[in-house]
């Protein structure tokens, strides 16, 4: 298994329902990227991307609802990774195979730099406009 993902508080946004489908998200991943998980590639993929498909829905209504000025342009990073799992997982069914080591270093990749960065840039937002929350 390449390096599990570890949740650190560091990374919540402060939106306690994100937080916690985020702490979800690095479940899922891990367990995806555990070669020795004895359900296959495909199904955890599948998991994956149901539990990304409802977080993205939640966190798009949440973007909106609080005017977050890069909201479309965070939206639409949101439908091309899905985009990009959902390739992803055509890939593995076409091909019977696992991840290859370039799949789990982007998938990692995905996850700091979205979760960690981008979607902390959204909380900072929400707490210093939403709740006037000195940074």
Request: proline share 1%; with cysteine.
């Amino acid at each position: 298994m390449s390096e599990a993902l570890v949740w650190r508080e560091s990374y919540a946004t402060g939106v306690g329902l994100l937080d916690d489908q985020h702490r979800e998200l690095v479940r899922l991943i891990n367990r995806l990227l555990d070669p020795g998980d004895d359900i296959a590639v495909g199904a955890r993929l599948d998991t994956l991307l149901a539990h990304l498909r409802r977080h993205f829905e939640t966190e798009n209504v949440f973007l909106r609802a609080i005017d977050y000025p890069l909201a479309e342009e965070h939206i639409r990073e949101h439908t091309m990774q899905l985009a990009e799992l959902i390739d992803l997982r055509r890939t593995v069914a076409r091909a019977a195979q696992g991840l290859s080591a370039d799949d789990r270093a982007a998938i990692r990749h995905w996850f700091f730099n979205h979760v960690v960065a981008e979607d902390r840039r959204f909380g900072a937002y929400y707490r210093r406009v939403i709740c006037g929350a000195a940074e």
